[in-house]
Nanobody, 124 residues
């Protein structure tokens, strides 16, 4: 079993930056595909960005391309989401997810383990 805990959320002004962390415990996620999803107010959970098992490929939603990046620190068993040039529409609860079954993934159904989420609020 894998436990994922997100941190780093908070309140930031539009145009600012935040870095979210996703710390894994229970086993290593170094060989998992990792992803970030978000749920905006009144909306369904949506894909944001993901990283392939080997860390060589990333996939991102059009809405965050060029602004968000995903990375992993294998020594810390942690995945990061760097968010730059934040917009008010980025306000959401952000979830980290792990997929041991797929080399790369963008669908929520492909991910087996989920964190509890961290709130990001972007003010105008």
């Amino acid at each position: 079993q894998v436990q994922l805990v997100e941190s780093g959320g908070g309140l930031v002004q539009a145009g600012g930056s935040l870095r979210l962390s996703c710390a894994a415990s229970g086993r290593t996620v170094n060989n998992d595909a990792m992803g970030w999803f978000r749920q905006r107010p009144g909306k369904e959970r949506e894909f944001v960005i993901s990283l392939s098992q080997d860390g060589g490929s990333t996939y991102s939603a059009d809405s965050v391309k060029g602004r968000f990046t995903i990375s992993r620190d294998n020594a810390k068993n942690t995945v990061y989401l760097q968010m730059n040039a934040l917009k008010t529409e980025d306000t959401a609860v952000y979830y980290c997810a792990a997929s041991p079954r797929y080399f790369s993934a963008t669908y929520a159904s492909s991910f087996d383990y989920w964190g509890q989420g961290t709130q990001v609020t972007v003010s105008s």
